[in-house]
């Protein structure tokens, strides 16, 4: 590792053991970085540089930034960190926003100025923020000033509201000196949930921030500086963060933020912004090719899927209607980004495609053996990034031999295509967001309703599957709507509103092994 620009040494403390990282490759030549990396100096100020200071940048619903003008409000930030908050390198930066320029400008603002960036929903509650910043030990808040509610009894040393970032911009220097971070210095903590319902913290350095650039993005996207990027991904998500954020500053390109983007308004949007490149779930595209929307669609020239297995079905109709590359990737939290795709030319109908450029991908089975064609097995990965969780004992399990095991179960056929199998684990995957299991019965087990539940994935026809329910009730409790939409409700109070079960089943007993674990297996099916 480079020496450290960090004061507060905290992350680098908490890094996995050197042995139980993955292997790192860097057979792409770009990934190659030099000791010192600061990427949001790379993403924008590389940018105006380059000749594109005048080009427009960063579009929201009320304003628009050139990237002149979004450097100068980045550095803007950055002194108001350093100056009211007294942030020092190494120091942990909650970050609660919707998608905006100015989500965008402060979570650059805490990379430029060397701190950590911890980024989250603005669907989370208290008690689950809670645990990220207990976890993360953040000092620190950034939060627009409507999603303060959830966050002013936690312990932070200071808070900044977007209101009074936006009441300094016009009276502090629009000059900064970026910190001069070693590229292996933790940029982002990007925060998953396991089986378990327990928060992964994921550690990514500045130069992870770049290799997806450099990989995915260039190699396999190859967007020009007059693409105009939206999507639906939060920037909280390392997909919205690569696909809304990174990819299209790394080559000079726009982006369209948008608070929320739910389908019919990701089509006005494509539209009435003549966007090029389109970034959502499989679940939206689904929405997005009915009569309604299609006709809103000429302006895109590419469309990137992720967040969930892309149905064949939807592949080919998008092919049929809209005539432009459909690119379907598979990534994780972990490794920060897509590692295997489609690419838009030689792609193979309801594949996911072939490695990315840079990394090295395999089907191997319990013991780590290499696969043979058409033999179902572990997802295996390594390349420039890996999991490095956070002061986690499931590094273990997640690293295993030097390869990054997603917990996907793949095939690969002859010609080197990669074919999606299941999930290995009990996570829910829903319109692109991942919702544990054990998680929302953790939350229904406090209601005092239920003596017993479990919740599985089950298959929908708008969202891919949905959480559902088998609740064994307690004794004097009585089945029915009236008290299914109680728990709903309930879990929603307790916990991210889209976590919640849409589908609840009461049994009288659920289906266990002799030593008493719930046979989740039996329930899914």
């Given amino acids: 590792m480079h020496p450290s620009a960090h004061l507060d040494t905290f992350t680098r403390d908490k890094l996995p053991d050197k042995a139980d990282w993955p292997e790192l490759t860097f057979d792409l030549p770009a990934t190659q970085y030099p000791p010192q990396l600061n990427c949001a100096v790379e993403l924008v100020d590389r940018q105006v540089d380059a000749g594109h200071a005048d080009r427009m940048a960063i579009l929201g619903q009320d304003e628009a930034w050139t990237y002149t003008q979004l450097a100068a ?24 926003f919707p998608n905006s ?60 509201q977007s209101e009074q970032i936006r009441d300094r911009l016009s009276s502090i220097s629009a000059e900064f000196t970026a910190v001069a971070t070693a590229s292996d210095d933790v940029a982002l903590i990007a925060f998953t949930s396991g089986t378990t319902g327990k928060p992964k913290g994921c550690l990514h350095f500045h130069r992870d921030v770049m290799s997806m650039c450099h990989a995915f993005n260039a190699e396999v996207l190859q967007p020009t500086p007059d693409d105009v990027f939206i999507g639906s991904p939060p920037l909280a998500f390392t997909f919205g963060l690569g696909g809304l954020l990174a990819f299209p500053l790394h ?42 929307h299609v006709g809103k669609l000429s302006s895109l020239r590419k469309a990137i899927s992720a967040g969930e297995h892309l ?82 004992p499931r590094q273990k399990e997640y690293v295993r031999g030097g390869w990054n095991l997603s917990g996907d179960v793949f095939r690969r056929d002859e010609e080197g295509h990669y074919w999606y199998v299941a999930r290995g684990d009990d996570m829910i995957i829903s319109s692109g967001y991942n919702i544990s299991g054990p998680e929302v019965e953790d939350a229904l087990l406090a209601h005092a309703a239920v003596a017993e539940c479990a919740v599985v994935a089950y298959p929908d026809a708008d969202r891919g599957h949905i959480p559902k329910a088998f609740v064994v009730l307690a004794k004097d409790a009585v089945e029915s709507a009236e008290l299914t939409k109680e728990l709903q409700d309930f879990v929603k109070q307790a916990i991210a509103p889209f976590k919640y ?25």
Avoid: H
């Fill in 311 to 392: 149905p064949k079905a939807v592949y080919l109709e998008w092919q049929e209607k809209i005539g432009i590359p459909m690119i379907d990737g598979l990534g994780a939290t972990e490794i920060i980004r897509i590692f295997l795709s489609t690419t838009g030319e030689g792609d193979k109908a309801g594949s996911t495609g072939v490695p990315t450029p840079g990394y090295e991908v395999c089907i191997v089975d319990e013991n780590l053996n290499k696969l043979g064609a058409n033999e179902e097995g572990l997802l295996a990965v390594r390349g420039p990034t890996g999991c490095k969780y956070l002061d986690d």
């Fill in 501 to 525: 079960p849409r589908q609840v089943e009461y049994i009288d007993a659920l289906p266990k092994t002799q030593t008493g674990k719930i046979q989740r297996f039996a329930l899914r099916s």
């Fill in 251 to 292: 080559v000079g390109a726009s982006t369209i933020l948008l608070e929320s983007a739910p389908p019919p308004v990701l089509a006005d949007a494509i539209q009435s912004m003549g966007a090029t490149i389109s970034f959502t779930a499989p679940t939206a595209y689904k929405i997005l090719l009915s009569d309604e």
């Fill in 101 to 160: 320029p100015l989500f965008a400008a402060c979570y650059l603002a805490v990379l430029k100025c060397g701190a950590v960036a911890v980024p989250t929903m603005p669907l989370l509650r208290e008690a689950e923020l809670s645990v990220i910043v207990e976890k993360a030990q953040v000092r620190f808040a950034i939060c627009d000033s409507r999603l303060m509610d959830e966050i002013r009894c936690l312990p932070f040393d200071g808070v900044l």
């Fill in 73 to 96: 409000n980045i550095n803007r930030i950055a002194n108001i960190l350093v100056s009211d908050l007294g942030v020092v390198p190494g120091n942990r930066i909650l970050l609660r």
